[in-house]
């Protein structure tokens, strides 16, 4: 489970990077999780104080829910059909910028959203860098509830080492994503990235999976936080 209380600075200073990116025009996909608060914030600032004139998507519901508490004006994705730049976290970074999402359950429409966009910058801090996906996090698996059992088993017969069903907190039972789903965390030793990704979505009753390695979904830029670098951030 992703811890959304470490490395704060870090976050942030990635988070107000990507924002700085943003200019006045462009429609803006606002990504879910501690690290893409702060780029959510900073855009509302910039809004504010200096003017921008931005649209924006959501990626979630609580990340909507955010944009506009900061003021910022929140279409429905179902307006659009392409986006200037995405600004989103990661819970785990490659260095051919392949990745896992999904910390937060939403990476469903995550990938959507980032597979619209012309540019897709990932923030994050330096923890989320690995040498090979799976290091630490399992993959989280969007799942139809009535495919539950079978989705758990074809996982297993992928070379899952366990599969658990993701527990919600503060409420009794499972996890509900915004679009009404499951979600499966299946831990898995080393794996080649785009192949699994495929392989699991080819399962009926698979919704999508967090991995982002083939489709247009994968980052463009990489912006880690590092509160000791002097420009507060390194890019890849
Ligand atoms: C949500 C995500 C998040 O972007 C990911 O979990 C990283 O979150 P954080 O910035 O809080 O570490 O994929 O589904």
Redesign the pocket.
Known sequence: M???N??TEA?RLAGEAAAALVESGMLVGL???????FAIAALGRRAQNEGLQIDCVA??FVSRTLGLEHGLRVLFLDQVSRIDISI????EIDSDRN?????????TL?KLVHSMSDRFVV???LS?RVERLGEKFAV?VEVLPPALAFVRAALKEQGAESVELRAAVRKDGPVVTDNGNLVLDAKFGPFDAPALEDAIKRLPGVVES?IFARTRARPGDCILGNPGHASGFERF
């Open positions: 992703k811890d959304v470490a490395n976050k990504g879910t999780g501690s690290t893409a608060a990626t979630s989103d976290g990661a819970d990745l896992i999402k999904g910390g937060g359950a939403a990476h995550e923030v994050a801090d989320k989280p967090g």
